[in-house]
């Protein structure tokens, strides 16, 4: 069964700083990656997918890689903002079946 | 992206008795997903609706607890049978419209007394 990593499960970080989250997989063999932000008590909002052919998408000041030979992505969020603050979620699908299964999340604050 | 509808939004339920969810899509596909988000915890894939077909349950999870329907290929149901409190969590459908996004329902956030 797939298990999926996310660190670290929480961050605390001044407005302005770029930062990194990861994310790993048990099996490497990941067809699409998707990543997610889940604010408190709300739904999934999706941020970014990169599919089988890519390894890597942008949108704003958002990016996230997928390294397939070893089953890692990261998301990187550059001048961190305080409305970034929420839980950030990474999903994996091993193939065109297209079921994601979900990091256990991070946690992010970023301070005034 | 896919439009999906979920129903309940929320409930308080008794212990011991069943709860159907709704999941209503604006457009056909193939697949649907049922997943589990328990208190602070992240997403539990419960069970893949293929339409004409019986789910496909993931470790963990019994037809007997949570049987689905999937009568078309817009529309799936998950019920919650014989709840214990231990079931207190937010379910949600999600389909892979354009692109392969996965795209999720605003969730049933169930409180199982």
């Known amino acids: 069964k797939q298990e999926v990593t996310q660190i670290p499960a929480a961050l605390s970080v001044p407005e302005g700083e770029n930062l990194v989250l990861n994310c790993s997989f048990t099996?490497?063999?990941?067809?699409?990656l998707q990543w997610f932000r889940q604010d408190p008590g709300k739904g999934l909002t999706s941020l970014l997918l990169?599919?089988?052919?890519?390894r890597e998408q942008t949108s704003g000041r958002l990016n996230a890689s997928l390294d397939k030979s070893s089953g890692r992505s990261t998301l990187y969020i550059a001048a961190s903002q305080p409305g970034d603050s929420a839980t950030y979620l990474c999903?994996?699908?091993?193939?065109?079946?297209?079921?994601?299964?979900f990091g256990t999340g991070t946690s992010l604050t970023v301070i005034p | 992206s896919a439009v999906i509808s979920q129903k309940p939004s929320r409930d308080i339920c008794q212990r011991g008795t069943s709860l159907t969810i709704q999941c209503q899509v604006d457009?056909?596909?193939?697949?649907m997903f049922w997943y589990r988000q328990q208190p602070g915890q992240s997403l539990t894939l419960i069970a893949t609706?293929?339409?004409?077909?019986?789910?496909?349950?993931e470790s963990g999870f019994v037809i007997d607890k949570f049987p689905i329907s999937r009568p078309n290929l817009t529309f799936s149901t998950l019920t919650v049978s014989n709840m214990s409190p231990e079931d207190s969590s937010i379910y949600l459908c999600?389909?892979?419209?354009?692109?392969?996004?996965?795209?999720f329902g605003a969730g049933s956030r169930l409180t199982v007394l």
């Open positions: 609706a293929n339409q004409g077909s019986e789910a496909t349950y």
């Open positions: 990169i599919q089988s052919s890519q």
């Open positions: 457009s056909q596909v193939t697949m």
């Open positions: 999600s389909v892979t419209g354009g692109a392969n996004v996965l795209t």
């Open positions: 099996d490497s063999a990941i067809y699409n």
């Open positions: 999903a994996g699908a091993p193939n065109t079946g297209n079921q994601f299964y």
